[in-house]
T-cell receptor
């Protein structure tokens, strides 16, 4: 059983560009969540996908968008990059069940730097 | 509005002693709480969780205590080991929200001294 993987590890972009980050969920997990972690802060929820549908969104503008594919891998797209988008982007997968407990397992993250 | 707070940015403990990390929350709808450990250049690693129907959960050296009336949880590590040195995040979620998003605190950096 493989864990959550993310690519690329690091990325440098300039302001105004677009970026796509990728995540491969842990085997058997049908839910993926994306978080942004700025320096010195805890992870902030961006959005969540369950069975290819968006299932909740945090306080992020529409230029942050995502996709989940039938194999439960996922993408995070950010358009019109701003300097404040520089952060560690984390994806987490979980096995959605009928219980209220839903432990999310995180990937290693993608460090995005916007110049 | 910081719904989950970790008021101690850092903590130093001698090896073999107890480490106690604290977390406070404001949203009474939270019913599931977790602790994650994070090393530099890695993603958060799940440590232990607790549902609001319990007040204590143990897993080896790690114990989480939940005080719902005080909206407070704590993580105890006994005995502390140098490998425990990391940033610890507490997180909370509300199952009734329909979205199992986690709200994280800002983290506490634990340093275990050999």
């Amino acid at each position: 059983e493989t864990g959550v993987t993310q690519s690329p590890t690091h990325l440098i972009k300039t302001r105004g560009q677009q970026v796509t980050l990728r995540c491969s969920s842990q085997s058997g997990h049908n839910t993926v969540s994306w978080y942004q972690q700025a320096l010195g802060q805890g992870p902030q929820f961006i959005f969540q996908y369950y069975r290819e549908e968006e299932n909740g969104r945090g306080n992020f503008p529409p230029r942050f968008s995502g996709l989940q594919f039938p194999n439960y891998s996922s993408e995070l797209n950010v358009n019109a990059l701003e300097l404040d988008d520089s952060a560690l982007y984390l994806c987490a997968s979980s096995p959605r069940s009928q219980t209220s407990t839903d432990t999310q397992y995180f990937g290693p993250g993608t460090r995005l730097t916007v110049l | 509005d910081q719904q989950v707070k970790q008021n101690s940015p850092s903590l130093s403990v001698q090896e073999g002693r107890i480490s106690i990390l604290n977390c406070d929350y404001t949203n009474s709808m939270f019913d599931y709480f977790l602790w994650y450990k994070k090393y530099p250049a890695e993603g958060p690693t799940f440590l232990i969780s607790i549902s609001s129907i319990k007040d204590k959960n143990e897993d080896g050296r790690f114990t989480v205590f939940l005080n719902k009336s005080a909206k407070h949880l704590s993580l105890h590590i006994v005995p502390s080991q140098p490998g425990d040195s990391a940033v610890y995040f507490c997180a909370a979620s509300a199952s009734t929200s329909g979205t199992y998003k986690y709200i994280f605190g800002t983290g506490t950096r634990l340093k275990v001294l050999a």
